[in-house]
């Protein structure tokens, strides 16, 4: 069931041609338990992996990999209004909101398209065009990964912020995450006002909406504007877009006043990193077989054959690019082992 020095390729969407130094899936609970009782666990540092769409591998894995495989969805309640379904953790996230709209059922549709999986997904409680998961989030098991015994979170557990939880902070490594249970409404509640989603519709010629109107939409829209990882190495959003103090976002506007950003809470503001690194001039910017995307300053990619570690010395140029010309520092979104 464990195997020694695996390529992690397959396994990440930038394509970074490393290895584990021990590799393991796990099907189910047991199967967890009974990889994080191993030798090969107990005596190395290890690193849980899901679809592998939000890591760089800067160098080999000198521990052991534990792949979540788990899956399997089921709905555990039913009301007129809402519905729960509980979902594996090895499920493919994309699979999984397919699921809920073949359904009917309300909630996930803005989040199509996301690459990896259901147990990583409340990780960085992701989000797309004004939806986090966190708003459809119930509850999940996680197994602890040195008693094997689940442990239950709820909303509130999690401390879900922007690309935040508990499970990169306070808990990081602690756990994995087994079984996710989503909160989806069976009444339509559409989001349709973010982002080039309404436009998209309507070129589409779209009357009446549906939740797989939406979701054709959103999935048009990431069609058109991300690079596909099957063709081009990357993890989506290299860095997360930087929330900054009004009087910074003052500062840097007088100077710059076609800045982009949105108001986040009291006396704050989301800065748009993408504009901030296409304002820097490194949109485009090509060095051998990687770079940063033509279209998307937030991506970097991999063209082909490119390490992490030289991904990550270019992430680490942008950071202080960014940080001499606007003041801002930029934290990377992805993770990095
Ligand atoms: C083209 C592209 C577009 C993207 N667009 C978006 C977007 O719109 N919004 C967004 O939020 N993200 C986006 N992402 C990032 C990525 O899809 C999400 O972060 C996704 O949730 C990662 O899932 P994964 O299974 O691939 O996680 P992995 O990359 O395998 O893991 C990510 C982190 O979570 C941990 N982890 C994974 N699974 C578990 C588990 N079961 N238990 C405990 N820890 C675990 C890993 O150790 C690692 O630290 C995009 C990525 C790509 C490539």
């Not at 939880?165 to 079984?179: A, D, Q, T």
């Amino acid at each position: 069931m464990i195997k020694s020095d695996v390529s992690l390729k397959q396994f990440n969407t930038f394509g970074i041609d490393v290895a584990a130094h021990f590799f393991a899936e796990a099907q189910n609970e047991d199967q967890v338990r009974s990889i994080i009782e191993s030798k090969e666990f107990l005596s190395n540092s290890n690193l849980i992996l899901g679809g592998g769409s939000n890591i760089l591998f800067t160098k080999d894995f000198d521990g052991i990999v534990l792949r979540n495989a788990i899956n399997g969805i089921e709905v555990v309640k039913e009301t007129n209004d809402y519905v729960l379904v509980k979902a594996g953790g090895g499920v493919v996230w994309h699979e999984f909101v397919l699921y809920c709209i073949n359904q009917g059922w309300y909630g996930v549709e803005n989040l199509s398209l996301i690459p990896g999986s259901v147990g990583a997904s409340p990780m960085q409680n992701i989000g797309a065009y004004g939806v986090e998961i966190k708003e459809v989030f119930h509850e999940l098991e996680a197994i602890n990964l040195k008693t094997g015994e689940i442990d239950y979170f709820d909303n509130s557990d999690c401390e879900f912020g922007y690309r935040e939880s508990v499970f990169k902070n306070k808990h990081k490594g602690e756990y994995l995450i087994s079984r996710v249970t989503y909160k989806l409404k069976k009444k339509a509640d559409f989001k349709i006002s973010y982002g080039a989603i309404e436009k998209q519709l309507e070129a589409m010629g779209i009357q009446e909406l549906s939740v797989k109107s939406v979701s054709d939409a959103v999935i048009a829209i990431r069609q058109s504007k991300l690079p596909d990882p099957k063709e081009i190495g990357n993890s989506g959003s290299f860095f997360k877009n930087p929330i900054v103090t009004k009087s910074l976002f003052d500062k840097v506007k007088s100077e710059y006043p076609d800045l982009v950003a949105y108001p986040s809470g009291e006396n704050e503001m989301k800065l748009a990193a993408g504009w901030l690194i296409d304002q820097a001039g490194w949109k485009g910017k090509t060095i051998g077989n990687y770079g940063v995307h033509k279209n998307q300053a937030l991506v970097l990619v991999n063209y082909g054959g490119a390490t992490g570690k030289q991904i990550y010395d270019l992430s680490e140029e942008i950071l202080i690019s960014i940080k001499e010309k606007f003041g801002v520092q930029l934290e990377r979104e992805v993770n990095i082992y």
